[in-house]
């Protein structure tokens, strides 16, 4: 038994479950007046074996001063002679073997649980960008920590999101997709792809209308495919675009104090005169508000850069005159790239002059 699990708002109950790893303990009986918790092992447990077990308390709603000693009291019940431990128990007469040994001890445990001292609150809420390009895409990073358990149901609201979606319309469904590379809208028909190329006006149209969502721990959904499109409406969540709000659902519990993150695109239309707040807050599965609206550390479209090169090189792997040379661009720019027809970017290689390909072309 171990006394002092107070206070609690967890109701008491007769098959309060215990988690454990060697199967030792299932279930036990939660007295939820007394503080008490009394469980029973279903296996043995040798000398100066060391086992743990888990439980889930529920704090009460308002700030605990009471300083409560937690113990534990062990009852051990045992016959007088035990048949695995003594063959010679079985000469013994039945009457012997029926008798019951209790042993009782008591210790207190270390540490304190159930002092209640702060209210809910994130302790990470933080947005980033890859981009402060005006007119172009970046990915935003929302990184978020909370002090509690976070529900499935759950509902995420961030505001004061300084961009547009990519369609520059509301999205009542979210998607989700594998990796993050797949955030951006990729999609083309060039010579090199030949005739299985299959970026049709109605693909296009599905990626341009959809707001796709990245996190790699799943807590908002499973991303699905249909061949390399992400299948639309695996996060359930929105995204208006006049105020430019961003709201999602949890599916998964996410346990206390720990670190997640989610990552979406939008196109940075505002300058930097136009100042804008991101704000987040979180409400339970019936809208009650879990964390009120606090400002997120960091902003996101508020740069004044230009388009540009932020790193360009080119190289070839001979100088030798009339032989063919194998020549590499290596680029990077200050914004992403994407292959999407009229969204893409296309690149001019110029100054190559008196050089042909292996063709003949000039």
């Given at each position: 038994m171990i006394e002092g699990l107070r206070p609690t708002a967890t109701p008491s109950s007769t098959k309060f479950p215990i988690h454990n790893k060697q199967g030792i303990v299932r279930t036990g009986a939660f007295d939820s007046q007394l503080g008490n918790l009394l469980f029973s092992l279903e296996q043995d447990a040798a000398a100066n074996q060391v086992f743990s077990v888990t439980f889930v308390l529920i704090h009460v709603s308002k700030v605990s001063t009471t300083q409560q000693t937690h113990s534990m009291r062990c009852v051990v019940r045992t016959p007088v002679c035990i048949l695995e431990e003594n063959p010679l128990c079985a000469r013994l007469p039945q009457a012997t073997l029926g008798r019951i040994q209790n042993f009782t001890f008591q210790?207190?445990?270390?540490?304190?649980?159930?002092?209640?001292?702060?209210?809910k609150k994130l302790r990470v809420h933080a947005i980033s960008e890859v981009s402060q390009v005006v007119n172009t895409l970046t990915i935003v990073t929302i990184d978020l920590q909370a002090n509690f358990g976070m529900l499935a149901g759950y509902r995420v609201h961030i505001s004061g999101l300084a961009g547009s979606s990519l369609s520059g319309k509301?999205?009542?469904v979210l998607t989700a997709v594998q990796d993050r590379i797949r955030l951006l809208p990729n999609c083309s028909c060039t010579t090199f792809e030949g005739v299985n190329c299959d970026c049709t006006a109605t693909r296009r149209s599905t990626i341009i209308d959809q707001f796709r969502i990245w996190q790699p721990d799943g807590f908002l959904g499973d991303p699905e495919m249909d061949g390399?499109?992400?299948?639309?409406?695996t996060v359930k969540g929105t995204w208006t675009q006049s105020s430019g709000t961003l709201d999602v659902t949890l599916?998964?519990?996410?346990?206390v104090e720990s670190a997640w993150k989610f990552s979406f695109m939008v196109v940075c239309k505002r300058s930097a005169?136009?100042?804008?707040?991101p704000l987040i807050s979180v409400v339970d599965q019936a809208g009650n508000p879990v964390i009120n609206q606090v400002m997120m550390?960091?902003?996101?479209c508020?740069?004044?850069?230009?388009?540009?090169?932020?790193?360009?090189?080119?190289?070839?792997?001979?100088?030798v005159l009339s032989a063919q040379s194998n020549i590499t661009l290596s680029v990077s720019l200050a914004s992403p790239l994407v292959s999407l027809m009229g969204v893409g970017a296309k690149l001019t290689i110029s100054g190559l002059n008196g050089f042909q390909t292996s063709s003949g072309l000039r």
């Open positions: 210790t207190n445990l270390t540490g304190s649980i159930l002092r209640v001292s702060e209210s509301d999205a009542k390399d499109l992400p299948v639309t409406e599916k998964a519990i996410i346990a005169l136009e100042i804008s707040v550390n960091g902003t996101i508020q740069g004044a850069k230009s388009p540009d090169f932020t790193g360009v090189f080119i190289e070839e792997d001979s100088n």
